[in-house]
């Protein structure tokens, strides 16, 4: 491939598997320089979201397996051991939120925030010596986006001593930073429960549910441009008992498993 126009190459090589990908880099300077753009990156990515390339990452108290998604039978392929490149203790790595491969975990026994790629194996650890990329769970919120530069971010929103806080981690400029938060003072009670952050159209989408039947249920979503929180209403979802809402992108539209109920549970789409 050397003859090869550099176009043709790219054009090639975000065709191929992330971990040739990887193994790409260390061919010559020049692909290197090429396979760490955000151009190639970016259409890897795009070119990468089909179906028989999608995988469901597992972590239990002894191992951590990646497996292919059987879509005919709805049941996972045979597993492939991942060997965690961090200091972890058995069921110590909870998985807060995910996007383009790119995980964004925490280690239970520090409360550490860690950006780790699994095919590369490569991590990157969010703690700061000011408490910052410190999660506690029940309480805080973490979710994962792209900006429109290809900079991935998290937002980490949290509750402490009855105020809300949001920060914003840009891994390009390896920095936090305060953005303000706007929302009820009962959103404060640890009643209320948020789930994972779901990118999906340029926006951070949050369910924030009260742990009680007949309790406030509302969406929150973040505008990743303009950097303001807003609320939404839960679509109209009959209910007799708890209700919790878990939103999914699919095919860049947003989509919520609505679970509802009280001794038999129901879950409509």
């Known amino acids: 491939m050397a003859d090869l126009p ?26 290197y320089a090429l396979l760490s753009t955000r151009d190639f ?8 979201l089909v179906s028989s390339n999608q995988r469901v990452l597992l972590i239990d108290d002894l191992t951590c397996s990646v497996h292919p998604i059987i879509f005919q039978s709805y049941d996972y392929g045979p597993r492939s ?6 200091d972890h203790q058995n069921n110590d790595v909870s998985i807060l939120s995910h ?9 239970n026994h520090t409360n550490e925030l ?20 410190i999660y ?4 805080d919120a973490i979710g994962l986006y792209a900006d429109d530069a290809d900079d991935y971010k998290v937002l980490h929103t949290k509750r402490r001593c009855g105020v809300y806080e949001s920060y914003v981690y840009s891994r390009e400029l390896n920095f936090w930073r305060n953005i303000p938060f706007l929302t009820r003072q009962e959103y404060l009670s640890p009643d209320f429960y948020w789930s ?3 990118f999906c159209g340029g926006t951070l989408h949050f369910t924030l549910c009260e742990c009680w039947v007949g309790g406030t249920n509302v969406v929150i979503y973040f505008d990743i441009n303009t950097e303001q929180f807003k609320e939404i209403s839960f679509p109209p979802v009959p209910s007799t008992g708890f209700l919790q809402g878990v939103l999914v992108n699919v095919k860049n539209e947003l989509h919520m498993f609505a679970t509802t109920g009280w ?5 409509d789409l």
């Open 99 to 107: 996007l383009n491969g790119l995980l964004c975990v925490c280690l």
């Open 41 to 48: 990156i970016r259409v890897h990515c795009s070119r990468s």
């Open 114 to 133: 860690l950006l780790w790629n699994p095919t590369t194996t490569t991590f990157k650890r969010l703690s700061t010596p000011d408490s910052l990329g």
């Open 6 to 31: 550099i176009e043709t190459i790219f054009e090639i090589l975000t065709r191929v598997p992330t971990n040739v990908v990887g193994r790409s880099k260390s061919v010559c300077k020049e692909w």
């Open 263 to 267: 001794f038999e549970i129901t879950i």
């Open 136 to 139: 506690i769970n029940n309480l």
């Open 81 to 86: 051991i991942v060997t965690l490149p961090f």
């Open 196 to 198: 994972p952050g779901t």
